[in-house]
């Protein structure tokens, strides 16, 4: 058990439509990434939150993404007008101690855009 | 431009073989070098990692090994399980720095799709 939950595990949207995923840490977390991983091909770094402020943000998030984290506690991706080349996995990871290296994964959200 | 080149693609090793799993890094700023295990439909789970200040390092059956000056670190699976058959990705990221601020994020390989036969 990472400490990480995601919602939903799977979703199946139609082009065009919106989605937004959850990413749910057990515990407080001051560092939380996004990572968008596509069949066959290892993650990729989408944006970082320290708290509830957004540090940096992949030239892989275009206009139709965004991602919020209120409270610095849990966090929200968002995708607006999908399009099928978004169909993939979307992993959050957490950096449990500040001092650590370490980054653990939830179990993902895997988006289908039909 | 891919920063972590992992190879090979795919493997396959009969149940206590010792599969070996190699990657490259061209970024020198890069100090911690993590192996993840991913099975299907599940997110990567952290395996082992490294600094560059040691040449080895052992947990269990998996041990890394480094080589700082050929930028290439290693993933060696001894007596490897049926249980192991998963997709393993190498890790890179940069130095912390809590004061600026520094992402850390982690820059992936490709991954190896590690079969382990009975």
């Known amino acids: 058990d990472t400490g990480v939950s995601q919602d939903p595990r799977h979703k199946i949207t139609k082009r065009g439509q919106n989605v937004t995923f959850r990413c749910d840490p057990i515990?407080?977390?001051?560092?939380l990434y996004w990572y968008r991983q596509t069949l066959g091909q290892g993650p990729e770094f989408l944006t970082y939150?320290?708290?509830?402020?957004?540090?940096?943000k992949s030239r892989l998030l275009s206009d139709r993404f965004s991602a919020e984290r209120p409270k610095g506690s849990f966090s929200t991706l968002e995708i607006q007008r999908t399009e099928q080349g978004d169909s993939a996995m979307y992993l959050c990871?957490?950096?449990?101690?500040?001092?650590?290296?370490?980054?653990?994964f939830g179990p993902g959200t895997r988006l289908t855009v039909t | 431009q891919q920063q972590v080149k992992q190879s090979p693609q795919s493997l396959i090793v009969q149940k206590g073989g010792i599969p070996i799993i190699n990657c490259a890094y061209e970024?020198?700023?890069?100090?911690?070098f993590p192996w993840y295990q991913q099975f299907p439909g599940k997110g990567p789970a952290l395996l082992i990692a490294?600094?560059?200040?040691?040449s080895e390092k052992k947990e269990g059956r998996f041990t890394i090994s480094f080589n700082k000056s050929a930028k290439q670190f290693s993933l060696h699976i001894m007596d490897s399980q049926p249980g192991d058959s998963a997709t393993y990705f190498c890790a890179a990221s940069r130095p912390i720095n809590n004061y600026g601020g520094a992402t850390n994020k982690l820059i992936f390989g490709t991954g190896t799709l590690l079969a382990v036969q009975p």
């Open positions: 515990s407080e977390h001051n560092r």
């Open positions: 990871a957490v950096r449990r101690l500040a001092a650590s290296y370490e980054q653990y």
């Open positions: 970024n020198t700023a890069f100090d911690y």
């Open positions: 939150f320290q708290n509830e402020a957004q540090l940096e």
């Open positions: 490294i600094r560059p200040d040691v």
